[in-house]
């Protein structure tokens, strides 16, 4: 696995000074993306997922922001990187795919002229043959008559088209790692299918590895490899797909897969929700961030459990609880399904 | 509840009447010409002739892509807008075209919560001021209006002690809740939601899904559930309505709706949800429909799903097909119906809630056998992303 490691990320801290004091957005995060994998970060809006991400494109630096720890692109650092390195690679070696597509493009310029300006920041090509190029990206991402579209604004586009546009963008440069941030929750289910299918394949033929941000479990089931899930700024767990969905260590795990409606059963009398609200980030949090909210707290979780593998059978599955993993498969049960509590009040 | 008391139910339904009804409802927005003198050069079909009713205590949930007209739809059923065409009657009085002062007494009882709870709350005023507008603009007194803010803030689940708080002092799911209590500020009988829950989290849906429940039983209200998906209506609606293109394409009974799709559009919405389970995500043949929704000025002819459907034959290009009513007051608008049988198909009976444009063909069944048409229980095919398999692609921008 290590060969074919694109990005790792050790120990990434990142805060912000507020007028409430420091927000720590992200506390210690680690991970490893490898050739053509599919990460996904799952957690609720304010777990730090989209700030991890961010921080990888260098979208956070600000004079108030404060870094620690360290993420490597192929040896290259990018969270201390100077801004001009920065440029070098964002863009060319990785790439983002933001949640809502009309905000990220320029509305005063033709979509076609956005990707040509992409691609001719890193390369020294002509601008007809950029256009060629960007032609051919939006016609492989699905968007019919590209040539014509190219020279479309993206008021004309709709919102899956908008999307496929972004899409083409990040890939127009071919970059090893590519960041998809909630990049269907705008779209209709249809749509998010198809674009779900594109990036799929794109990533199977380009053999790049993805990073892909949602709060959405179905995506998740349905597209990642490997799943990080994020809490108050901090790994909780992290393992494969089918670890996460199975053997859930947890509990705020067996929370959210508790709190999904499913189209294909029969919903149940309550949904079960997870009570209470995520902590605020100001400050420091002693011991398990997720102890507030979480029934099964005892007087360990006042001490911050490590990620560690607690599996002897699954090396590669992390998490941070205290609970005895025999102890966990009998208390995750709730009414027939995983859920945090059978039921739980609003 | 009662078991038959379907939002089917005929305009003169015999004992309750419903508590709304839209017969034929029609809303076409203009499009004009860029030049100076303004021409309508054609209309935006958004809502373009949709009947139904719902009676008191029940939830109707709309569901359908983006610009398919819910929106639209539910902004007509609060009359937001007025309809260009058809009639609304809001227990059993017309209420079409109202003008502002008339509407007043309407505005107490029905009420519209908005999707985005960041944009629909006013930045600039206090909580306490946001949930009592409704009350005051309605004559209550200053004194009581703050008595019953309170009241309503603890019944949503939020500190009555942060009346004097801002929005965005507030999470998401909170914002969500304080929209929530404006909305029932005047005691409505009805709330129109607009996607309420889209905006949030999960595990925060779950909770605004739940208090929305306990208001409807203890308060016996009526909903309207507009969502883009199809998960979220289920848990809580009696009768879910398919729209696409301003059309209603199926409305059904919740459960059989997820367990017997008739139409092929509820089909394509039903498998393109990825499920959270994931080896049941792989097993899972999945049929993605290819293309967009088209144009809705100029909306396909014949059934408007024909351009996308893997079953449309040359009727569907034609021939509107009617809403067919199957048994359990299961209504489609399908030439090619999935998952019915030859019999319940001989069985089935034009609905009186089928638009007046559509044609009086209804669907024979023998089209079942026809080649090239996948029979229900054949294995399903993947089509492409693009291009649809007859080569009918979206039509021109």
């Known amino acids: 696995m290590m060969d074919g490691q694109l990005l790792a990320v050790e120990d990434l801290e990142v805060s912000f000074a507020t007028e409430d004091g420091l927000v720590r957005a992200v506390s210690g995060v680690s991970f490893t993306v490898s050739r053509g994998e599919v990460v996904a970060i799952v957690g609720e809006s304010g777990s730090g997922k989209s700030v991890t991400v961010m921080t990888l494109m260098g979208l956070t630096r600000s004079p108030n922001s404060r870094f620690a720890g360290s993420a490597r692109l192929r040896g290259q650092d990018l969270v201390d990187a100077p801004e001009q390195a920065l440029e070098a690679v964002r863009g060319k070696e990785i790439a983002m795919i933001f949640q809502d597509p009309i905000s990220s493009l320029s509305p005063v310029q033709r979509v076609g002229a956005q990707i040509v300006e992409q691609i001719r920041a890193h390369e020294k090509v002509s601008k007809a043959a950029a256009l060629d190029r960007a032609v051919e990206l939006m016609s492989r991402v699905g968007i019919p008559n590209a040539r014509e579209r190219a020279r479309a604004y993206p008021h004309e586009f709709s919102g899956g088209m908008r999307q496929r546009v972004m899409i083409a963008m990040a890939l127009s440069l071919s970059p090893s790692v590519l960041i998809a941030d909630e990049p269907t929750t705008a779209l209709d289910v249809t749509i998010q299918a198809q674009i779900l299918d594109e990036i799929r394949q794109l990533s199977a033929e380009s053999d790049a590895g993805v990073i892909f941000v949602t709060h959405d479990l179905g995506v998740v089931a349905d597209i990642a490899d490997r799943v990080l899930v994020m809490y108050a700024g901090r790994l909780v767990e992290q393992g494969t797909v089918d670890e996460i969905f199975y053997d859930p260590q947890h509990p705020y795990t067996w929370g959210l897969l508790g709190s999904v409606t499913r189209v294909d059963r029969d919903p149940p009398r309550r949904l079960p929700a997870i009570p209470g609200q995520p902590p605020s980030l100001v400050g420091t949090l002693e011991g398990c961030p997720f102890r507030a909210r979480c029934p099964h707290a005892f007087d360990r979780c006042r001490e911050l459990p490590p990620l560690a593998p607690r599996l002897p059978e699954a090396p590669g599955h992390l998490d941070r609880c205290w609970l005895e993993p025999s102890v966990k498969r009998v208390r995750r049960q709730a009414g027939g399904r995983i859920g945090l509590t059978e039921g739980a009040a609003s | ?397």
């Not at chain 2, 004559?139 to 309170?150: P, T």
């Not at chain 2, 097909?321 to 209504?331: K, N, Q």
């Open chain 2, 1 to 397: 509840m009662t078991e038959n008391d379907t939002i089917v139910a005929r305009p003169q339904a015999d004992g309750q009447q419903p508590l709304l009804q839209a017969e034929h409802v029609q809303l076409l927005f203009p499009v004009r010409s860029g030049d100076l003198i303004g021409r309508t050069i054609g209309h935006v079909h958004a809502v373009d002739d949709v009947s139904l009713s719902l009676a008191e205590g029940q939830t109707l949930g709309i569901v359908g892509e983006s610009g398919c007209g819910k929106s639209t739809l539910a902004r007509c059923l609060v009359r937001l807008l007025e309809p260009t065409g058809g009639a609304l009657r809001f227990r059993g009085a017309d209420v079409t075209h109202l003008s502002r002062k008339p509407l007043r007494p309407l505005r107490r009882e029905i009420q519209l919560v908005f999707q985005d709870p960041v944009a629909s709350l006013n930045p600039r005023k206090r909580v306490g001021q946001i949930v009592g507008t409704p009350m005051r603009v309605h004559g209550m007194k200053r004194g009581d209006v703050s008595a019953r803010v309170r009241e309503l803030l603890q019944r949503v689940g939020l500190n009555p002690e942060h009346v004097n708080r801002f929005p965005h002092e507030f999470s998401g799911g909170q914002r969500q809740r304080i929209g929530v209590a404006r909305a029932l500020a005047t005691s409505p009988r009805l709330i129109v939601l607009d996607e309420p829950v889209s905006a949030l989290d999960v595990s925060i849906q779950a909770q605004v899904i739940n208090l929305l429940d306990d208001l409807q039983d203890e308060l016996g209200l009526s909903y309207v559930f507009i969502a883009h998906d199809l998960s979220v209506v289920r848990h809580f609606s009696d009768q879910i309505a398919v729209m696409y293109l301003g059309k209603f394409m199926e409305v059904s009974p919740a459960a059989e709706l997820y367990s017997k799709p008739i139409h092929p559009y509820t089909e394509a919405l039903l498998s393109a949800i990825p499920i959270p389970d994931p080896r049941e995500n792989r097993d899972r043949q999945r049929r993605v429909v290819s293309g967009e929704p088209p144009n809705p000025i100029l909306p396909p002819s014949g059934c408007r799903f024909h351009t996308r459907c893997p079953r449309a034959t040359d009727i569907c290009r034609e021939a509107e097909p009617p809403l067919a009513e199957y048994a359990s007051g299961h209504l489609a608008a399908c030439h090619h119906p999935l998952s019915v049988s030859p019999t319940e198909i001989a069985a089935a009976k034009r609905s009186p809630l089928s638009p007046l444009s559509a044609s009086p063909l209804m669907p024979s069944g023998r089209e079942e056998a026809a080649p090239g048409t996948p029979l229900p229980g054949a294995p399903r095919v993947t089509a492409g992303p693009s291009g649809s398999p007859d080569g009918q692609d979206a039509p021109p921008q």
